[in-house]
């Protein structure tokens, strides 16, 4: 039998800091990265484009599966367009926390976000990665941090595209995106029971990296 690629989990919020934790370990290890919520912002796109409703748990189930979602170089596709830039405004964002609320939508992407493990191995970030999709990681670890830094942390970001936003408006976002991911019927965001659990508040992302190697090593 073959041997299971290893992998390494990093769940957390929206603005946590796991995807750049993510990527920094998925560098430092020459593994294979899965972000899965760009996965589930492309489904949401697709929803968006084809005017489902993103309540409707049928149509949407039956949508997913005809459509053709690939990561290439770290740029996100749709049925062979790119479209990185449009999964990560804050419409995208909003409509993909609503559809991940729904079972038939979340069994639908199970099995592509599980094809992503591949030798040497995999750093999955995520919202379920340790509970639900690899439940045998390796290591791993939930990322968190207030709603009022993980605003902060996004109005830099908007402020850096060009783009202009009001903090109390991003806090109302998260502290909404936080209560539809923690209370969904089905994987609801939390940490796994064997994670480290990391609050990136006070940390930057020097000191979080060093923490997530040191606990591997």
Not at 40 to 50: G, I, N, P, W
Not at 102 to 116: G, H, K, M, T
Not at 136 to 158: D, G, N, P, V
Request: charged content about 20%; hydrophobic content about 45%.
């Amino acid at each position: 039998m073959n041997t299971p690629s290893p992998v390494i989990t990093l769940d957390g919020p929206a603005g946590a800091g796991k995807g750049t934790i993510a990527c920094m370990l998925a560098d430092k290890l020459g593994w294979h990265m899965l972000d899965s919520g760009a996965i589930y912002r492309v489904a949401a796109l697709a929803a968006l484009r084809s005017g489902v409703g993103l309540g409707d748990e049928k149509a949407l189930a039956a949508l997913l599966p005809t459509l053709n979602i690939e990561f290439n170089n770290g740029e996100a596709w749709l049925n062979g367009e790119m479209v990185t830039g449009e999964i990560r405004n804050e419409t995208c964002a909003s409509a993909t926390s609503q559809i991940a609320a729904l079972p038939a939508v979340r069994a639908a992407l199970l099995v592509l976000q599980r094809n992503f493990r591949q030798l040497p191995g995999l750093v999955a970030d995520g919202r379920d990665m340790g509970t639900v999709v690899f439940p045998e990681a390796t290591h791993k670890f939930y990322l968190t941090a207030s709603a009022e830094i993980r605003a902060e942390r996004r109005l830099k970001q908007l402020s850096q595209q060009g783009l202009s936003a009001k903090l109390c408006d991003l806090i109302q976002d998260i502290n909404a995106r936080d209560e539809r991911d923690t209370n969904r019927p089905v994987a609801p965001l939390k940490p796994a029971a064997d994670a480290l659990v990391i609050d990136t508040g006070s940390l930057d992302q020097t000191e979080v990296f060093a923490t997530v190697l040191h606990y591997i090593a």
